[in-house]
């Protein structure tokens, strides 16, 4: 027991968790099998998300909702120094914005004029005598920012902060460890060892953007007519940035920017009916004028205020790095945690699965009530990171049962007694006996229904990964609790994956522990399938699939189990003593059967003293 392995779970994941919900101290060792035990309440859970939180950028479906939560933070960590050529292109583009709006005016000022000459005028071909009007803006300037890693790593820290306290109701990210490490100390490293390289070419493409919002001087009445139209004056800019210098905290770029009219909105509103309306052309000549004599001098900020079309410009620039940057950050964060943990990726598979999986498959099927359309939407926009990142993985696993993954399957039929099918008629799950009959899957047991919501995820699993599990035995029959045990061996040898899970039963813990260290042969294992579930007696063809992946394979796993109490202190135990240090199935059967035994005594002796009273 407990040696360590070779391949590709080589290496022991040191996990400690201190003062997180009743958790005191926790203190593990995660190995090929690694379980929890303990009665209800006594932290198990907080373990599990405790540990699923610092390894989530392991979880490419978390990654996803961890990258737009980022996104959509506003990030303070550069600070804009210098535009060189500023004045020279800020006064480029007031000119072009002058030429393009007066040209908009000259077409639409005669009101006569015929929907085919508008067409004609606002057409963008380039044998179009009038096409002038329409001809791009190329300009370029250069940007100096000071940038500042440390504001950077406080936005990631706080988010982190904000989903720790959403899985496990507190503060305390420095109070869970993985190999001595917390998880702001590799944040940080992440981010400071970042250095953006020179030459490198960022793009933005194509985002509309309106005309600078110049309204100065204009009455109510004017000002209103600009800002309807304005909507409909769109500019497509795009940009080519190279970064040509970069040290720690200084970041310059030359910047190719191109603008070029998109006026069909504007057409297709007001050329059926021959022009704009004279109020709308009043707000245009006003604006041209306000344009004109808009000063370009002064500080980089009034410049900046100014002309507001530089401004989008930069927020375009500052929005690809910091995007660039996010997923630099991203990628060196994901291999240190891989670097630190040897571990490829991460999946957490939370309780509740046949509640969950019955409204995740009557959503997907298009059930005819509208409202679990409405639920299943927001079951899947669950803010809660596990959760959500789970509901992801149902439906890739999904995906990957519908092209077929008869492997894994075949592991399942002992337990499941039939097998789960994708129904195309219905987009549907189905549960097939082996009579061959098939059910959509929410008519069949919970039993079933629980072990779909195990399956799906670990179809889509990957060798290297640490598969995070909340009660397998949940909606289990004692004896298959035993099967349960035989199934998790078999999925870590086959998937080559690693397997972290809590329990309230001790079988499954036994299971694990015996079958590892007894190495049992075959026939023996089918034996004990066959006692455990008499009806699947002689089913060989059913049996012996999963007999043999407990028996593959030349790599020998490694088990560890963990009782948690209710003082809020883990104890590792040997297998050996499990029997004697955890009171389990066995011994709450004997408690209550030595219960029993006495009430049966004093009832017989109750009616034996009525029975003597009577007869006297």
Known sequence: MNKEVNGPTKGIVNVEITEIGPIRTFSANLRNLTILLGKPNAGKSYALRSIYWFLQALDQKAVKRLRYKLRSTEHDWYELVDIANSSEFAVNLKNYIIDLVESIINTFIDQNSSRRRISQRLNESDDNEDGEMLKEFNGEFGLKLNLNKRLFTEDFTDIFRTYFRESVNSDLVENT??????ILTILEDAVSSILLPTNTILEVNDESYPLPLIVENLNDETAYSFRRILRDIKIKLSLSMNISEVNESTLTLNVRANLEPNLGNLFRRYGRFGGIPRSFIDALKQYKENMAIMGTQGTLGERSQNLRTLGAIINSIIKK?????????????KFALQSLTNLTSVKFIPYGRNAIIQMNNLVSGGAPIEELYDLGEELENIKEVPYASYFDWLNEGKIKLKSGDEELQKLFIPILG???TFLPDQETLGYGFKNGKILDLGLSSAMVEELTGLLLPILSSSEGELLIVEEPEAQLHVSIQILMGLLLIAIAKTKKVRILFSTHSDLIALAIHYILDLKP?????????????????????????????????????SSSIFYMNH??????????????????????????????VGEIRRSREKRAELTDEVNR
């Open 418 to 420: 039939g097998k789960i």
């Open 321 to 333: 790095l910091d995007n660039n940057f996010l997923e630099m950050v991203l990628n060196e964060f």
């Open 567 to 596: 003082e809020g202190i883990s104890q590792e135990i040997i297998g050996d003593e499990l029997e004697k240090s955890v009171p389990g199935i066995s011994n709450t059967v004997e408690t209550f059967f030595k219960w029993t």
């Open 177 to 182: 460890k993985i190999n001595g490490r917390n």
């Open 521 to 557: 042969d075959t026939k023996s294992l089918v034996t004990l399938m066959e006692d455990l579930l008499p009806d699947l007696k002689g089913e060989h063809d059913h049996l012996v699939p999963l007999a043999e992946a407990i028996q593959s394979g030349d790599e020998t796993l």
